[in-house]
């Protein structure tokens, strides 16, 4: 049978294009997770992914109860579940205030790390009912959440702190609405949240690989500059990044390649390692990367978990 896979944000950008990819095997039916089904559904005939590759599930990560249905909806199609592509994030990088999820966290962390922590501690089960073969969850990740990259310390650096902020809520009320009890910080915000995504994913990993056999998986695809992501950036920043990437720092990777490389995290039976953060090397091939101190901190990895499962209402 064909493989079922269930991808957040898969409306545009990286998760489009991975969506893509993998439905023009024609061995996986892709679930796109969606907040805007129109979008979606543009979005899928766009590219031209064929009508009986994919379909469009509601999933809003800013709502957590949008997050419990979506759950429900997908169990009542009856598909079992084979692959979970955490990929959708937001960043706002120019927000001098905090704007809040439904549950009043904010909401670069709360859609990008706690929308996809309670979806993934909820669909674990699922994966865990299927008997496909090479079963595996994948967080994407990213550079910036990393501090032992140059690209992890451009300012303001990611800094998760003691987790205070998070601890008390994130709700800019009695808490703080940064992880680290901090000034609010867009820009910041964000990579905490990628942080979170990286140290969750191994936090899995730790717990469930040998019981479960699940892969569970991080990656950099590399900088995407074109995608959505910087639509909240200022107009000269927009103008001026994706030349940047191509010609100064030559990270630059297309859409299209970042989705072939996303997709073989998902399908490729050579990225079966459990516990890693892929990147890929100017050749395109991939390769296992290191992670910065406080993204590889298992310490702070149980922390966060503890700490997340408490606001998502799971302990
Ligand atoms: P895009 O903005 O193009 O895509 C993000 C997707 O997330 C969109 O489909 C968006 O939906 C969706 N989304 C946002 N908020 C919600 C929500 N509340 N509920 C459901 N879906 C939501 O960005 P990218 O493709 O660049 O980003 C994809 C991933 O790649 C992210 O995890 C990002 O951190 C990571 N990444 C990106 C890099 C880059 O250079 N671009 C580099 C490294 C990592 P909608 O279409 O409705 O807006």
């Known amino acids: 049978r064909k493989g079922n896979v269930i991808i ?3 409306s545009s950008g990286l998760g489009l294009a991975t969506a893509k990819a993998l439905a ?5 039916h892709v679930i796109m997770a969606c907040r805007n089904f129109l979008k979606a559904e543009k979005a899928a005939k766009s590219v031209g992914i064929s009508k009986e590759n994919y379909s469009v599930m509601h999933l809003d990560l800013s709502s957590l109860e949008s997050v419990r249905q979506f759950v429900d909806t997908f169990r009542r199609s009856g598909r079992p579940l084979d692959a979970l592509v955490c990929n959708a994030a937001i960043y706002l990088p120019t927000a001098k205030e905090p704007t809040y999820t439904a549950e009043g966290f904010e909401l670069s962390v709360g859609t990008n790390h706690l929308g996809h922590f309670l979806l993934s501690r909820l669909l674990l089960d699922d994966l865990k009912k299927s008997d496909y ?4 969850l994948i967080i994407v990740g990213s550079i910036t959440g990393n501090t032992n990259t140059l690209a992890g310390n451009v300012p ?5 702190g003691d987790l205070r902020g998070l601890a008390g809520g994130l709700n800019g009320l009695n808490s703080s609405a940064m992880i680290d009890g901090g000034e609010f910080d867009g820009a910041k915000a964000y990579k905490d949240s990628k942080v979170c995504n990286m140290l969750t ?8 690989h040998e019981e479960t056999g699940v892969t569970f998986s991080s990656l950099y695809p590399g900088c995407i500059a074109t995608t959505g992501l910087f639509r909240e950036h ?4 927009r103008l001026l990044f994706p030349p940047f990437q191509k010609y100064i720092t030559k990270g630059y990777v297309s859409e299209e390649e970042a989705g072939k490389r996303l997709a073989q995290v998902v399908s490729d039976s050579s990225l079966t390692k459990s516990g890693v ?8 091939a991939s390769f296992e990367n290191q992670l910065s101190q406080e993204a590889s901190d298992a310490e702070k990895a149980r922390k966060l978990w503890e700490v997340s499962e408490k606001l998502v209402g799971l302990a």
Do not use: V
């Open 156 to 160: 303001p650096k990611a800094n998760l």
């Open 277 to 284: 953060y892929w990147s890929w090397n100017k050749n395109s």
């Open 8 to 10: 957040t944000g898969a």
């Open 201 to 208: 994913m191994q936090e899995f990993h730790r717990r469930y």
């Open 133 to 136: 073969p090479q079963k595996r």
């Open 24 to 28: 023009d095997t024609e061995k996986w």
């Open 234 to 237: 200022i107009p000269l920043f």
